[in-house]
């Protein structure tokens, strides 16, 4: 257990429809990575928060957007859904001033959009 | 723009070694890891190299050259349990405030009894 939650662990929508994803980092982290892994394009990097303020953006769709609150947790939102947003996305956190800046994976979230 | 490469597919049985390579072209580097992940389960970290040479955690070691832009891991004395894919990431800017990671597309690793 890497002590990074998500939820929920499935999801199951329809095309054109929108959906939160939830992460609680482990505690003490600031920084939330978000990643989006499907069997034709691996782990894709779409954005990072730290403390609150976003500091990356990777492939992230405009249709996607994410926010990181006041106590750390982080949402990700996914509108007008399609099916090819179908995949297993992670949420990851890592600690402040680590030598090794080692991202620690929450469980992940499937999405199935039909 | 980014690329990582490494093979799709290695199998072995138990108890030999493996390496799995990792080439690597990106815009920055600040450092390779190494994440280990089982059919469906969450990423979970290996191994780190910022700098050149062999690190060794137990039965997993991981090697980096810089100039080269290439890194491998090995795994010693393998076990059933190894079986599962296994990432290679770059971290291409120092500091965790920018910790963004580039990862290679995973090479499935199989072990037989």
């Known amino acids: 257990d890497s002590g990074v939650t998500q939820t929920p662990k499935h999801l199951i929508t329809a095309t054109g429809q929108r959906v939160t994803l939830r992460c609680s980092p482990r505690?003490?982290?600031?920084?939330v990575y978000w990643y989006q892994q499907s069997l034709d394009q691996g782990l894709q990097f779409l954005i990072q928060?730290?403390?609150?303020?976003?500091?990356a953006k990777g492939n992230i769709l405009e249709r996607f957007s994410a926010q990181q609150f006041p106590d750390l947790h982080s949402e990700l939102n996914l509108s007008s859904l399609e099916l090819g947003d179908s995949a297993l996305y992670f949420c990851?956190?890592?600690?402040?001033?680590?030598?090794?800046?080692?991202?620690?994976f929450g469980p992940g979230t499937r999405l199935t959009v039909l | 723009g980014q690329s990582l490469e490494q093979p799709s597919e290695v199998t072995a049985v138990e108890g030999a070694i493996v390496q799995i390579n990792c080439t690597y072209q990106?815009?920055?580097?600040?450092?390779l890891s190494w994440y280990q992940q089982h059919d469906g389960g969450a990423p979970t970290f290996l191994s780190y190299n910022a700098l050149d040479g062999l690190e060794e955690t137990g039965r997993f070691s991981s090697f980096l050259s810089r100039s080269d832009s290439y890194g491998y891991l090995l795994l010693q004395e393998l076990q059933m349990k190894d079986s599962a894919s296994y990432f290679c990431?770059?971290?291409?800017?120092?500091?965790?405030?920018?910790?963004?990671?580039?990862f290679g597309r995973g090479t499935q690793l199989t072990v037989w009894p």
């Open positions: 928060y730290y403390n609150g303020e976003e500091r």
């Open positions: 990851a956190s890592s600690e402040a001033g680590a030598s090794t800046d080692t991202q620690y």
């Open positions: 505690s003490g982290d600031l920084s």
């Open positions: 990106t815009s920055g580097f600040y450092g």
């Open positions: 990431a770059v971290k291409p800017h120092r500091g965790s405030t920018l910790g963004r990671l580039y």
